[in-house]
């Protein structure tokens, strides 16, 4: 007797009476597997109806783990901590990519090749400028991103692996240009070309913040935080953005088109915006005394307690707790932000109050990374500039095993169309008449 259950499901369509048997595969069915049970030949098979996509996986990935109710997170099979410990962005957007840590050799490489491709071309520089005064920095990221794919036409072959490659090195590259180019824009301040004997992270503060000294020498403590940052973004799962990069190269167009529909998706309220609104709500508690009431109000409903929960963790975000650490690390350099002190004085009522442990509301990313981009002089604008800064090799990964799976088709949900039927056009001389 075989007493291993049978990895299947079984349906039975009570308008029939007729039972299926559906194979289940990594914890899921296959969505198509539905469309066989219909009432009759002539009916449409039956499909999902999932808003938001909360219980519907569009595809297999090996890039990155969550485990929400355990609050993991792991980039290729290594633990979030681990990389924002001992390793650097350019080594994990290495990991991103090719799927196993560099060797010296390798590593090296990388350095190099995407150090060498920081620069943009002037057309660049020029297409930036003609944007408005007060253009908001995200809306010029998006718009140069997508622009670069009329600057190298050849990335249009995406199934060569070295035209694909150098794509991935040039857009690597040049988001921290195009990212500190918008933030200069924005000043009124000229834009600061690239100095290519810095680390990658300090070369970006450097076309951000450079005025007239000769040599831009950053704190190495500023650095080594806003390279954490950058990995704790580097990837995050099938998120809205990388559903965005995914769905839009699925039409196999080249990977600056599909990254820009990312950063587009990134610039939504509900997306990167939500550590502004941390912000927000810090500064109308304004003093820990007032914590309390608003702690009540949050209870009644009037008001909203952001940076905390997650739709993925319904745990502490593990994120958060190495985010937590960088702040105070960020804070001897810059001095103490004063709404730290609420901010810390709100998570000790929040992970102690019942009301809020029993709904599984833990800090999430968003809790201390605003307090930290405020202390960089980062203005709110750019916040999600950085985001996507550091979530591009994340795209990039997504996008190329996109490519490379021969499973993916053209991204084409279905619809329940609620609208009329079989309506009579009436003439316009008839209607108006």
Known sequence: MNDTPAQSLTVRDNRTGQEYDIPITDGTIKAADLGQIKPDEDSPGLATYDPGFVNTASCRSSVTYIDGEQGILEYRGYPIEQLAENSNFLEVAYLLINGELPTKEQYDAWEHEITYHTFVHENVKSFMQGFRYDAHPMGMLMASVGALSTFYPESKLIHDDEVRHLQIIRMIAKMPTLGAWAFRHAQGKPYIYPDNELSYTANFLSMLFKMSEQKYEPDERLVRALDVLFILHADHEQNASTNAVRSVGSTQVDPYAAVSAGVGALFGPLHGGANEAVLKMLRRIEKKENIPSFIEGVKNGDERLMGFGHRVYKNYDPRAKIIKKSAEEVFEVTGTNPLLDIA???????????????????????????LIYEAFQFPPEMFTVLFAIGRTPGWLAQWLELVEDKDQKIARPKQIYTGERGLTFTPATERWS
């Open 344 to 370: 810390l004085e709100l998570e000790k009522i929040a992970l102690e109050d019942e009301y809020f442990v029993k709904r599984k509301l833990y800090p999430n990313v968003d809790f201390y990374s605003g």
